[in-house]
């Protein structure tokens, strides 16, 4: 069986988190036509009557019971995150086989790929998927700074240290939102990552994109978060330029906001053996940005989204009250999970 004899899915989302909808289009990259898109939380419930390849680069899951896909869906096990909450149940007779017949398992973290391991599923270091994402050539640098679910007191340290405009977004999305909308609000954000002089955050699905746009990110590890010592990000360390709070705030001079500096290359090769593998499981491998410098994205995502600025502080937050009521609908008259409003 050749290409020809697939069709072709993609993972869609109604989280609360818009670094999943960046995942999908990192995948977007490797799929000649998208025929077929399958729901995280309940990819158990699709039946696809051919065969559909599907690249499962996700953070896996919420509630595992719907993780077993079909027969009929042909897998690509990469860039996976098992979340530590569910290891202790994801791994019944079922998935384990599945998860050797399709093997080895491309894991996004250390910690990931030791879990497998221990428990005898072939298993591999793979890297994240969106460090494959394609950067525009006719983007142009613009002179605003960003940073992603900042502290508000961080974020005026940073305007104290430079004159340039700094904005703030969070990662925060209504569920309300379509699939199809979430893609377009995930491209837009994409944008604001590639438009900006330079990023900071303790995001992981701020920091890989960062790297593939060659967009300066900065890893500011708060005191409370401390997200670089998270499960998520063992293994990555070395791919950032890091900077932790107490220093930060000790050292006036410790990054350079106007001339920010390079990222660390170390993730370029992990980057060229995942295009190697995801180009060799569809055949296809679209080298096009999927981002239009044509675009002015601050404009297009206040055109979605409610703008409330917070403490003085310039914050788009990815939420309409409408979806608010259809939320609240769903679940109280409908008795629906939110897990259940796509799919």
Avoid at 181 to 206: D, G, P, T, W
Avoid at 261 to 267: A, D, F
Avoid at 295 to 313: T, V
Wanted: glycine share 2%.
């Amino acid at each position: 069986m050749n290409n020809t004899d697939y069709k072709f899915g993609l993972i869609k989302y109604n989280s609360v988190n818009i670094g999943d909808e960046i995942q999908s289009i990192a995948a977007m990259r490797f799929l000649p036509q998208i025929d077929k898109m399958f729901f995280r939380e309940r990819l158990s419930k699709y039946k696809p009557s051919k065969p559909t390849k599907l690249i499962m680069n996700a953070w896996w899951m919420w509630n595992p019971k719907y993780f077993l896909p079909s027969s009929n869906i042909k897998p690509l096990l990469i860039s996976m995150h098992i979340r530590p909450g569910i290891r202790k149940i994801f791994l019944n007779k079922k998935n384990k086989d599945f998860l050797l017949k399709n093997g080895p398992v491309g894991c996004r973290d250390k910690n990931t790929e030791k879990f497998l391991l221990e428990n005898n599923i072939p298993a591999y270091y793979s890297g994240c998927l969106t460090t494959t994402l394609q950067r525009n050539p006719k983007i142009k640098r613009s002179n605003y700074i960003l940073t992603v679910d900042l502290p508000t007191y961080v974020q005026k340290e940073i305007e104290k240290r430079t004159n340039r405009p700094v904005y703030n977004i969070s990662r925060m999305l209504s569920p309300a939102f379509s699939a199809e909308q979430r893609l377009e609000i995930a491209k837009l954000v994409l944008l604001l990552y590639h438009n900006a002089h330079c990023i900071v955050s303790s995001r992981f699905h701020v920091a890989n994109p960062a790297l593939a746009l060659e967009t300066p990110f900065l890893f500011f590890n708060t005191i409370d978060k401390n997200e670089i010592n998270s499960p998520r990000y063992e293994g990555v360390e070395k791919f950032f330029n890091i900077v932790q709070e107490r220093d930060f705030f000790a050292n006036k001079n410790i990054y350079d906001f106007e001339n920010p500096p390079e990222n660390p290359k170390e993730y370029l090769k992990i980057r060229e053996e995942l295009i190697k593998k995801c180009s060799e499981f569809t055949g296809y491998n679209n080298t096009e940005s999927l981002l239009d410098e044509k675009i002015e994205p601050l404009a297009e995502l206040l055109k979605l989204l409610a703008y409330r600025p917070k403490s003085n502080r310039k914050s788009a937050w990815f939420v309409r009250p409408r979806d608010l009521f259809i939320i609240f609908f769903k679940k109280v008259f409908l008795k629906k999970d939110r897990h259940d409003f796509n799919y």
